[in-house]
């Protein structure tokens, strides 16, 4: 992030007035007075104003609902641009979704939302579509498999060859490869927690209120509330 953007992001809310700082030699990073507005912060840097520490808060949670093509490792531009806006030196996490898979992926840069003492209580939803229609013993296969996985799963099959699962986040990974096991043309994740593919089109983002990042936090620490 460029050093005007981050003080007025963090500090003055105007550009103009984080350029005037700047240029009347009133910041440093780290150590040293730096007078070029446009200086390219790194992780790590410290900025001050007035011999100051400039400390910034979590910008946000971001939820994005990805396309099937879409690599999160290679992001299209507008949304790589957005992010690296967003968060302070494009630095934040994320619940990924791997390519091939189309659905709700989550940023956030706080700090405070711990996932490995969360990842228990995070509810998902997908929504698969199989290329061939199950027989009977399939189906109870299906079903069977992803109670091994996890025996607190649904598992919803219809006649159109559509199947919900609703599982929790630290065993999708698991649930996905034994997908592998059957022919579907696609798999969408639906729901996190409290979060609603139908709340963002896809291939659009948006930005969590506090209400939703809220009882998204609360859902996700308390097992006996259910996402739905």
């Known amino acids: 992030m460029k050093l005007n953007k981050f003080i007025s992001?963090?500090?003055?809310?105007?550009?103009?007035?984080?350029?005037?700082?700047?240029?009347?030699?009133?910041?440093?990073v780290n150590n040293t007075v730096i007078s070029d507005i446009f200086y390219d912060l790194k992780?790590?840097?410290?900025?001050?104003l007035n011999n100051k520490?400039?400390?910034?808060?979590?910008?946000?949670?971001?939820?994005?609902?990805?396309?099937k093509d879409v690599d999160l490792n290679n992001l299209p531009?507008?949304?790589d641009l957005?992010?690296?806006?967003?968060?302070?030196?494009?630095?934040?996490?994320?619940?990924?979704?791997?390519?091939?898979?189309?659905?709700?992926?989550?940023?956030?840069?706080?700090?405070n939302f711990n996932y490995d003492?969360?990842?228990?209580?995070?509810?998902?939803?997908?929504?698969?579509?199989l290329k061939n229609k199950l027989n009977d013993d399939q189906r109870k296969s299906?079903?069977?498999?992803?109670?091994?996985?996890?025996?607190?799963?649904?598992?919803?099959?219809?006649?159109n060859n559509t199947v919900g699962i609703k599982t929790l986040i630290v065993f999708e990974e698991l649930i996905l490869s034994e997908l592998y096991n059957y022919n579907y043309s696609s798999i969408d994740r639906v729901l996190i927690s409290n979060l609603d593919k139908f709340e963002v089109p896809r291939g659009k983002f948006k930005k969590l209120?506090?209400?939703?990042?809220?009882?998204?936090?609360s859902l996700s620490t308390s097992p006996n509330k259910s996402s739905s």
């Open 9 to 28: 992001k963090y500090y003055s809310k105007s550009k103009k007035k984080a350029e005037k700082f700047i240029l009347n030699h009133k910041v440093k």
């Open 43 to 48: 992780k790590e840097d410290k900025v001050y």
């Open 53 to 67: 520490l400039i400390d910034y808060q979590s910008s946000g949670y971001i939820l994005y609902n990805k396309p």
């Open 77 to 79: 531009n507008y949304v």
């Open 82 to 111: 957005f992010l690296k806006d967003f968060y302070n030196q494009n630095n934040y996490f994320m619940l990924s979704l791997d390519h091939g898979y189309s659905g709700l992926v989550l940023f956030y840069d706080d700090i």
């Open 117 to 129: 003492l969360r990842k228990n209580n995070i509810k998902v939803i997908y929504d698969i579509t």
């Open 142 to 159: 299906l079903i069977d498999d992803l109670k091994n996985i996890d025996q607190y799963s649904e598992v919803n099959l219809s006649e």
């Open 209 to 217: 209120n506090n209400i939703e990042i809220l009882n998204f936090k």
